[in-house]
């Protein structure tokens, strides 16, 4: 009896210590659980992965910044396509796969974001006017899941077509290129012809919604002499940059470009800098990660618009660059 109660006993203690043993290793192995998972970061681009590289590093370098290593402490995921109906698709694909923050570029590209979702955290690397749009209720407490940067600014739009008559004297015609599917360029149009009105300069306005378009807006523009060409900020223009430099130099058409496109043979671009734009995007994505809300994090605006010029673009277009817009410039390109 004796030894019947003492391995009873012997048995309730090992029960008893399992038990305490699976209480403290419990949660210590979903803590250990927590601390693996890693934070992924998708990505809505307009344009091909190929295309989308340098804003995908520009992303990866402000994260490593901050202490992330892309394929160790967070994943970039990113999604892009040359037609901005697809974008929605690729959206809600990411938030399907319960992605942690999505991070956007330009108008069409946060609005299929905000249409595939109202919880993931959207961060827009750049965009039009989000509250014009109806994407946020003010860029100081932006509301609901949206939040990041903007490119909007009326006076650096007008400023454009100061510095391309400039640049093209006596100038009176000038195209301009727009996308009819990106309504973030409605407001940058209504401003460029508010600008041409005043500087008495005649636009023409050629629309592309995806690069197979360009070559009839470049036909457009010399079918209808246009004396320069304008080419307005959108994602499909940026991803397609050297297309378009290489249609205006086939053209003999001084062109001007809103986002940096001079450093890949273009004549001459002010505005701010597309890669900083994602660069600094990764500010938003930490604070996420970190607990912050979007609605609580203001938007911002650009400060500074960079103005490159390309002296071997003007040479072979037969054009004398003013010296002192040379010395205004931020980049000169010999």
Known sequence: MGSQRMRRTLQLGTLVLALAFSSIAAPLAADAQHQRKVPRVGMVLSGSLADADPRVAALRQGLRERGYVDGQNIAIEPRG????PDLYDLAAKLVQSKVDVIVTQGTPGVQAAQRATRTTPIVMATSGDPVRLGLVASLARPGGNITGQTIIGDEYI??????????????????VLSNPANPGLVHQM?????????????????????ADELERAFQAARNERAGALLVLDDAVFSTHRARIVSLAAASRLPTF??????????????????LERFRSAAIYVDKILK???????????????????????AKALGLTIPPSLLLRADQVIQ
Do not use: C, M, W
Request: glycine share 10%.
């Open 291 to 313: 607990g912050a809300k979007p609605a609580d994090l203001p938007i911002e605006q650009p400060t500074r618009f960079e103005l490159v010029i390309n002296l071997k673009t």
């Open 158 to 175: 007008g400023k454009r077509l100061e510095i391309l008559r400039e640049i093209v004297p006596g100038v009176s015609r000038i195209a």
């Open 257 to 274: 470009y809103g986002l940096r496109s001079a450093e890949t043979g273009g004549l001459v671009s002010y505005g701010p800098n597309l």
């Open 190 to 210: 209504k401003a460029t012809e508010d600008a041409a009105r005043t500087l008495g300069i005649a636009l023409q306005r050629l629309e592309a919604r995806h």
């Open 81 to 84: 396509s040359d037609h901005i």
